[in-house]
C-alpha cells in the first residue's frame, strides 16, 4: 500500500482515504542492541510478513560471551543484507512501509548506534516516520505477534532474559508500570554464567535447559534469592554455583554429576521466578499472565508457571510468544512495541 495510490476527487473522498491509510501501519522494524541483527517487517503490530535474525552465535562462542566491540562490527556488516531479505522474505518494497522502529534502549551502545543510525538514514531517505522503542517495551509486545484473539487487561507481565528480569503491570492498553527488576544479574546471564562455568558453552540457556533434563534438580540446595518487593537478584546465585564447582574440580568431566548441577541451578532460578510472579499475580488479580525474554523459551519455566496457575481460584491466560524466535531478541517485537507506541500516541 502506498501513500501515492490515493486517487481521490474531492475533500471529503481524501480525508476518507487518507484516514483508511493513517489506520493502517506496516512497520518496518529494526533491533541491534546485543548480538542479533535483526529486521522486521509488522503490518498493525501483529502480523509478522518477515522476522530475519542475523545471529553472531558462533562468533561470541568461540569467547564464551558478547564482545561488544565486535558485536558493534558484525552488526555494520549485517543490518543491509539483513533488510534485504526481509523485504525478499515479506515480498514487499519501501512504496509498503509506513513507519520504521528501531531499538532506542537499552542495550550495548555502539550495537544499539548501528541501528538507530541505520534506522534515521533510511527514514530520512525514504521519508518515513521513526518511532524509537524501549528494548524490554518490545519483549513485553511479543506475546502480541501473530496472535488472533486481543490481550485482555490488567496484565501482569514477566520479562526475563539475558540483560533484564522486569515485573510489568498493565491495568488497562498503553499503561506500562514497572513493579520490580534485577538488582544485578538478570536470571539469563545467570544461565550464561553457569554454563560457561559447566562447560556447555555459549548461549548457556538451551544448553543448562537441556542437560537439566537428565537430572536431578533436589541434588544441589543453591540459594533461591527472594528479595523484597518485587525485584530480583541471580549474582549470589552465580557465585555459589562458581564456589561449589571449585570444591568438585574432579567431577566436571562426570556427565551425571553436570546435570545435576544443571537441574538445580535452574530450579533455583525457576523458584526465585516463582516466588515473585505468584506474589504478583495474588495480589494484583490479573486476567492474563505473561512471560517473555530469551528465558521465556525455558520449557521447564513455562510448565511451573502454569501448574502454579492452574491451582488458582481465579487462573488467568498465560501467555509466551507463540514461536521460540519471538522469545530471544528479535525486530517483530520491536515492531509490535513501535505500533502501539503510535495507537497511544506516545510518539
Ligand atoms: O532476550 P534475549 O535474547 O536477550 C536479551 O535481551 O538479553 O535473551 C537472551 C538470554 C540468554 O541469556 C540465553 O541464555 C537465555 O536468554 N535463554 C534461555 C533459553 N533460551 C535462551 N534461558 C533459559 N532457557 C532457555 N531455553
Ligand atoms: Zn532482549
Same mark, same amino acid.
Given at each position: 500500500?502506498?501513500?501515492?495510490?490515493?486517487?481521490?476527487?474531492?475533500?471529503?473522498?481524501?480525508?476518507?482515504?487518507?484516514?483508511? %491509510?493513517?489506520?493502517?501501519?506496516?512497520?518496518? =522494524?529494526?533491533?541491534?542492541?546485543?548480538?542479533? !541483527?535483526?529486521?522486521?517487517? /509488522?503490518?498493525?503490530? @501483529?502480523?509478522? +510478513?518477515?522476522n530475519?535474525?542475523? !545471529? $553472531?552465535?558462533?562468533? +561470541?562462542?568461540?569467547?564464551?560471551?558478547?564482545?561488544?566491540?565486535?558485536?558493534?562490527?558484525?552488526?555494520?556488516?549485517?543490518?543491509?543484507?539483513?533488510?534485504?531479505?526481509?523485504?525478499?522474505?515479506?515480498?514487499?518494497?519501501?512504496?509498503?512501509? @509506513?513507519?520504521?522502529?528501531?531499538?532506542?534502549?537499552?542495550?550495548?551502545?555502539? *550495537?544499539?548506534l548501528?541501528?538507530?543510525?541505520?534506522?534515521?538514514?533510511?527514514?530520512?531517505?525514504?521519508?518515513?516516520?521513526?518511532?524509537?522503542?524501549?528494548?524490554?517495551?518490545?519483549?513485553?509486545?511479543?506475546?502480541?505477534?501473530?496472535?488472533?484473539?486481543?490481550?485482555?487487561?490488567?496484565?501482569?507481565?514477566?520479562?526475563?532474559?539475558?540483560?533484564?528480569?522486569?515485573?510489568?503491570?498493565?491495568?488497562?492498553?498503553?499503561?506500562?508500570?514497572?513493579?520490580?527488576?534485577?538488582?544485578?544479574?538478570?536470571?539469563?546471564?545467570?544461565?550464561?554464567? @553457569?554454563?560457561?562455568? #559447566?562447560? &556447555?558453552?555459549?548461549?548457556?540457556?538451551?544448553a543448562i535447559?537441556?542437560?537439566?533434563?537428565?537430572?536431578?534438580?533436589?541434588?544441589?540446595?543453591?540459594?533461591?534469592?527472594?528479595?523484597?518487593?518485587y525485584n530480583? *537478584?541471580?549474582?549470589?546465585?552465580?557465585? =555459589?554455583?562458581?564456589?561449589? &564447582?571449585?570444591?568438585?574440580?574432579?567431577?566436571?568431566?562426570?556427565?551425571?554429576f553436570?546435570a545435576?548441577?544443571?537441574?538445580?541451578?535452574?530450579?533455583a /532460578?525457576?523458584?526465585?521466578?516463582?516466588?515473585?510472579?505468584?506474589?504478583a499475580?495474588?495480589?494484583?488479580?490479573?486476567?492474563?499472565?505473561?512471560?517473555?525474554?530469551?528465558?521465556?523459551?525455558?520449557? =521447564? #519455566?513455562? *510448565?511451573r508457571?502454569?501448574?502454579e496457575?492452574?491451582?488458582?481460584?481465579?487462573?488467568?491466560?498465560?501467555?509466551?510468544?507463540?514461536?521460540?524466535?519471538?522469545? @530471544?531478541?528479535?525486530? =517483530?517485537?520491536?515492531?509490535?512495541?513501535?505500533? $502501539?507506541?503510535?495507537? %497511544?500516541?506516545?510518539?
Open positions: 500500500m502506498n501513500l501515492n495510490s490515493i486517487k481521490a476527487h474531492n475533500k471529503i473522498e481524501v480525508m476518507i482515504e487518507l484516514s483508511r %491509510h493513517l489506520l493502517f501501519l506496516m512497520i518496518l =522494524a529494526i533491533e541491534t542492541s546485543c548480538d542479533e !541483527s535483526a529486521v522486521a517487517i /509488522v503490518e498493525q503490530g @501483529t502480523k509478522v +510478513h518477515s530475519v535474525i542475523a !545471529s $553472531q552465535i558462533d562468533i +561470541h562462542s568461540l569467547t564464551g560471551g558478547v564482545v561488544p566491540e565486535v558485536a558493534s562490527r558484525e552488526h555494520m556488516k549485517a543490518i543491509l543484507p539483513t533488510l534485504r531479505e526481509a523485504f525478499k522474505e515479506a515480498k514487499l518494497d519501501w512504496n509498503d512501509i @509506513t513507519h520504521i522502529a528501531v531499538t532506542k534502549e537499552p542495550g550495548l551502545i555502539g *550495537s544499539v548501528v541501528g538507530r543510525m541505520s534506522a534515521a538514514a533510511f527514514a530520512f531517505a525514504m521519508d518515513k516516520t521513526l518511532i524509537e522503542v524501549n528494548h524490554i517495551h518490545g519483549h513485553i509486545y511479543s506475546n502480541w505477534l501473530d496472535i488472533k484473539d486481543s490481550p485482555q487487561f490488567p496484565i501482569l507481565s514477566l520479562t526475563v532474559s539475558g540483560g533484564h528480569n522486569e515485573l510489568i503491570w498493565m491495568p488497562k492498553d498503553g499503561v506500562i508500570e514497572s513493579l520490580g527488576r534485577s538488582m544485578d544479574d538478570a536470571a539469563g546471564e545467570a544461565f550464561d554464567k @553457569t554454563a560457561r562455568l #559447566l562447560g &556447555l558453552g555459549y548461549p548457556g540457556g538451551p535447559e537441556k542437560a537439566a533434563q537428565k537430572g536431578n534438580h533436589l541434588a544441589v540446595k543453591f540459594p533461591i534469592p527472594k528479595l523484597e518487593e530480583f *537478584s541471580f549474582s549470589g546465585l552465580k557465585t =555459589a554455583v562458581l564456589y561449589y &564447582l571449585q570444591s568438585k574440580q574432579n567431577l566436571l568431566q562426570d556427565k551425571d553436570i545435576d548441577v544443571a537441574a538445580s541451578f535452574q530450579y /532460578v525457576i523458584e526465585s521466578l516463582i516466588y515473585q510472579l505468584m506474589k499475580v495474588k495480589e494484583k488479580k490479573p486476567k492474563e499472565v505473561h512471560l517473555a525474554g530469551g528465558v521465556s523459551a525455558n520449557k =521447564a #519455566l513455562r *510448565s508457571i502454569q501448574i496457575l492452574n491451582e488458582l481460584s481465579y487462573p488467568p491466560l498465560f501467555r509466551f510468544p507463540v514461536k521460540m524466535s519471538y522469545c @530471544t531478541d528479535n525486530a =517483530a517485537m520491536i515492531g509490535a512495541a513501535g505500533f $502501539q507506541k503510535l495507537k %497511544h500516541k506516545l510518539v
